[in-house]
């Protein structure tokens, strides 16, 4: 019988696995939050044309995640591609912060190939460093609470680029742009600090990352194949659970709206582009005390239930909150609480459900393939971030938003309002229709977590 009291992770590498998702996602806030604000202003790019370039670049680089999972097959391990993989991070987040005289076709050219290089060097990192949670634990109770408790640094890390960005550019030489006089909206960052705050974010979250290759181990067996993409085809099509989770991703992908809009929102309802970590605030506290919850949720409800029930209040309160208005300071400020108590909960259910699924997977076919699985996960959840920024941006651009203004039209405000609160709650509501007819969960998941402890208990120790 499995050992349901044995515990395998030790606080220290729970901290570690945390902080290092915590470095890694500082890196992604910064650019998700900063990039398009960057082409913009310092560098003159058409704001809808720069929301086009990053959903196609991201739609190329995912070409590359199925093959850094097939070499993750190959190889049978998994950290070693983090360490390969953080130097390559530093360097590119570092250059697509980097200005060039460049102008037209060769601007958006430029553009491309160094966001392409940056989103290859974090897929190389970005899939084992996920799918290592799937293997530090063969407890699946243990492992829902690392992933809950890592998904709390790694929402932390998103935000924490717009409070570290004015602290930077507050020690800066000349960047006392953001300490205003006589209430004076402030005026945008210059080229000079848009790369000091990259270099600086850059080389934290990439030190904080490496804490994963020291500190964490693989436990679970996981032996080297020789695999090819027949093969992991073949293996998606005999996940079926996992491709539920897949497509719910995408139904949802509008979510990640707020992620890319956060300077533009700030700026537009705010009147202060450095107040972005003000008006993401509210929502982050939210997401982060979801994500506290999702364990006592699973246990209490299930995962499939809590899933549902997370998203269709999301539906509601982002509704709610649209409806209610930004007029008021403090009550936009409550209303973003409430709305973002959505995503923390629903930014950690896919990747339980996809450790969850590579357990399944191993008792259907006696193999793991975290690298398959969590390439296709990550590939998700890049295209569909893309796919959220592209539109969002879209929507800004339509409403006419102008960086140079000091104050907005208030119809570039309803709109720009419309797509940050109220329409990741609608895409919240598409996403539940997959998870329906997803069954890993109660009383199955732990029967196939008990008997594939018992296959463990007598297969060989895992390769070093």
Do not use: H
Not at 137 to 162: C, H, M, Q, V
Request: glycine share 8%; with cysteine; hydrophobic share 50%.
């Amino acid at each position: 019988m499995a050992n349901s009291t044995k515990k395998f992770l030790s606080a220290k590498e729970v901290a570690a696995y945390s902080l290092g998702l915590f470095g890694f996602q500082l890196i992604f806030g910064y650019l998700n939050s900063y990039q398009a604000e960057f082409y913009m202003t310092a560098m003159g790019a058409n704001l809808a044309v720069v929301g086009m370039l990053i959903l196609v670049v991201k739609i190329v680089s995912a070409v590359f995640d199925p093959i850094v999972g097939n070499l993750i097959e190959k190889k049978g391990k998994l950290k070693p591609f983090i360490l390969l993989s953080t130097p390559l991070l530093f360097i590119t987040a570092v250059w697509v912060f980097i200005d060039v005289p460049l102008s037209g076709a060769w601007l958006y050219i430029y553009i491309f190939f160094t966001f392409l290089l940056f989103s290859m060097s974090a897929s190389l990192g970005d899939i084992p460093s996920q799918a290592i949670a799937s293997v530090v634990t063969p407890d699946p109770t243990e492992r829902t609470n690392l992933i809950s408790l890592s998904g709390i640094f790694k929402a932390a890390g998103l935000t924490a680029a717009a409070t570290v960005v004015p602290i930077v550019c507050l020690i800066v030489p000349g960047g006392s742009q953001f300490i205003t006089q006589n209430n004076e909206p402030d005026t945008p960052m210059s080229v000079g600090e848009f790369t000091i705050s990259a270099l600086v974010i850059a080389l934290v979250g990439c030190a904080l990352f490496l804490l994963i290759y020291f500190l964490n181990k693989e436990r679970v067996p996981y032996y080297a194949e020789k695999t090819n993409f027949r093969d992991m085809i073949g293996s998606l099509k005999n996940n079926k659970p996992f491709m539920l989770v897949i497509i719910s991703c995408f139904l949802g992908f509008g979510r990640q709206i707020q992620t890319g809009i956060g300077i533009q929102a700030a700026n537009t309802l705010l009147d202060s582009q450095s107040l972005a970590f003000l008006i993401g605030l509210p929502t982050a506290i939210g997401a982060l005390i979801s994500m506290a919850m999702t364990p006592a949720l699973i246990k209490k409800i299930g995962e499939k239930k809590t899933y549902i029930g997370v998203s269709v209040y999301g539906f509601a309160a982002s509704m709610i909150s649209f409806f209610v208005g930004y007029n008021n300071f403090w009550v936009m400020m409550i209303f973003l609480f409430l709305t973002g108590l959505q995503f923390g909960v629903v930014n950690i259910m896919p990747l339980v459900m996809t450790a969850d699924t590579v357990d399944y997977y191993e008792y259907k076919t006696g193999k793991r393939a975290e690298g398959t699985f969590y390439a296709v996960l990550s590939l998700t959840i890049k295209v569909t971030l893309a796919l959220g920024t592209a539109l969002g941006l879209i929507l800004v651009s339509v409403s006419k938003y102008n960086t140079e203004l000091l104050m907005q039209a208030p119809a570039t405000k309803d709109l720009i309002y419309f797509a940050y609160i109220a329409a990741p709650g609608i895409f919240s509501l598409l996403s539940i229709f997959p998870i329906l007819k997803y069954d890993i969960f109660g009383k199955r998941k732990a029967e196939i977590a008990e008997e594939l402890q018992k296959i463990r208990e007598t297969a060989k120790p895992a390769k070093e």
